[in-house]
């Protein structure tokens, strides 16, 4: 399992929207064959934070994600949104199996 723990610190003004932009992303990411998990976190202290926990069956269905026009869309959508770029970590998934 391929996990990927992305931070996005959103600017006051828009969480809206960017909500409106993730959830599109979620809809999408959810239904893809390799996808195992795809929740969107928001920080209890810092409401303007943001985390999306992203687990798939492998490095190849990351990759094949990174290609979908939901995917793509919401990167696009997201820029004028954020305080700042994207911070990523990535894991290997060991349990469950």
Not at 4 to 12: C, G, Q, S, Y
Not at 54 to 80: G, I, S
Request: glycine share 4%.
């Amino acid at each position: 399992m391929h996990v990927t723990l992305v931070e996005i610190n959103v600017k006051a003004d828009r969480v809206d929207e960017f909500l409106a932009v993730f959830r599109q992303n979620h809809l999408g990411s959810v239904q893809e064959p390799g996808n195992l998990r795809f929740d969107v976190l928001r920080d209890e202290q810092l409401p303007n934070r943001f985390y999306i926990y992203e687990a798939y069956r492998d490095e190849q269905a990351v990759a094949a994600h990174k290609k979908t026009a939901h995917y793509l869309r919401c990167v696009e959508q997201l820029d004028p949104l954020m305080t700042g770029p994207r911070k990523k970590i990535t894991f290997i998934g060991l349990l469950p199996e």
